[in-house]
């Protein structure tokens, strides 16, 4: 199974970064490889949490997948959880924390794990996930500091 996981420090606040994250129908104009994104259903539960069933498509080249996952919104807790429902993969899962760190910083924590159920699809798309998840918190700091301002970088 392929992980991948890093926790890095952004100049935008833990609440900020949490709805960036949480925003998954906006994923295809800035996420790597997702070409389309709809959410099939979106539940209130009584903890607080908020349910998604997504479908997602990833696109590289001629290749193209989607799958299925339920996404759990922790806002509470600064918490997101994908678990995968249904596609070419054999598991799935995806976790980011958002970790206040003084006002307008956080920590994001982002791992994943995931493993095709092909061997042909594997070695296809593989390496290219590999690299595009190593991007990804990349992608989303670029986006906050476009909706939310470059932050300014206090002088010592």
């Given at each position: ?47 607080g949490t908020e349910v998604l069933v997504a479908d997602m498509t990833v696109s590289f080249k001629l290749v193209k ?92």
């Amino acid at each position: 199974m392929h992980r991948v996981s890093s926790k890095h420090r952004v100049n935008h606040s833990a609440t900020e970064m949490f709805d960036l994250v949480a925003d998954v129908e906006r994923y295809p104009e800035f996420v790597p490889l997702c070409s389309a994104l709809k959410v099939r259903q979106r539940i209130a539960k009584p903890d607080g949490t908020e349910v998604l069933v997504a479908d997602m498509t990833v696109s590289f080249k001629l290749v193209k997948e989607s799958f299925t996952s339920r996404v759990t919104l922790d806002r509470a807790n600064l918490k997101i959880l994908v678990e995968y429902l249904q596609g070419p993969f054999k598991n799935l899962e995806n976790r980011w924390t958002f970790e206040p760190k003084g006002e307008g910083v956080c920590d994001v924590g982002f791992f994943l794990a995931y493993e095709f159920k092909s061997r042909m699809l594997a070695m296809l798309m593989g390496s290219m996930f590999d690299a595009a998840f190593a991007r990804f918190s990349a992608a989303f700091e670029k986006r906050a500091d476009a909706i939310y301002g470059r932050p300014k970088i206090a002088s010592s």
